[in-house]
């Protein structure tokens, strides 16, 4: 987990951050976040709970902020912000999300409720910004349509995911893509 900072902040401030999200990462995986306390966070960082929060407001934030900046990376390791609506686009989108997902759910010590409900808020958020800025020049109101698209592609992926036998990552997202593509090409 990496937070992207500005490249004119300092290094001794990204450094902190980041020894922040890596511990923070450590511990998702030893135990669940409802049992993880910014203590945690800070005795694994060795550092003192002022620096803690004057990175972060709480655990929540640094979740937050965390799950952005990890599902952003993996956009724009796909281009998918500087691009605009296409079925190929929306296709990786899905594939996106189910890849993430399902990491996220394999790295961390039993994922629990509200654990999973801070990240699909999270998650949803970005890809209904994302969709957004993809019709933006629609011809008519979007947000119905974006809805809609936000929450399949979050259900279909978190499905996915939770799979004990998954199939095929493309066979599903194949499968997957028609019903997603139906609620936004109508918009067009």
């Not at 945690?40 to 004057?54: G, L, M, P, S, W």
């Not at 929306?90 to 654990?115: G, M």
Request: neutral net charge; hydrophobic residues 40%; charged residues 25%.
């Amino acid at each position: 987990m990496l937070l992207k900072l500005d490249e004119r902040t300092d290094p001794r401030i990204r450094r902190t951050r980041l020894l922040i999200m890596q511990s923070f990462e450590s511990l998702l995986a030893e135990k669940n976040f409802a049992n993880i306390s910014v203590q945690d966070v800070t005795d694994k960082a060795q550092i003192n709970r002022a620096t803690f929060y004057a990175h972060f407001q709480d655990k929540y934030d640094l979740l937050n902020q965390a799950i952005n900046e990890m599902f952003m990376l993996e956009i724009e390791k796909r281009t998918l912000n500087v691009c605009s609506y296409s079925v190929e686009n929306l296709r990786s989108l899905i594939l996106v999300v189910c890849e993430f997902l399902s990491r996220l759910r394999s790295d961390c010590a039993q994922p629990q409720n509200q654990f999973e409900s801070l990240v699909e808020t999270t998650i949803k958020n970005q890809i209904s910004d994302l969709l957004s800025y993809w019709l933006k020049n629609s011809k008519t109101t979007t947000e119905l349509p974006l809805t809609v698209a936000t929450s399949a592609i979050y259900g279909l992926a978190s499905n996915y995911s939770r799979r004990k036998k998954r199939p095929a990552l493309e066979a599903f997202v194949d499968e997957a893509l028609p019903l997603v593509a139906v609620n936004l090409e109508q918009f067009l």
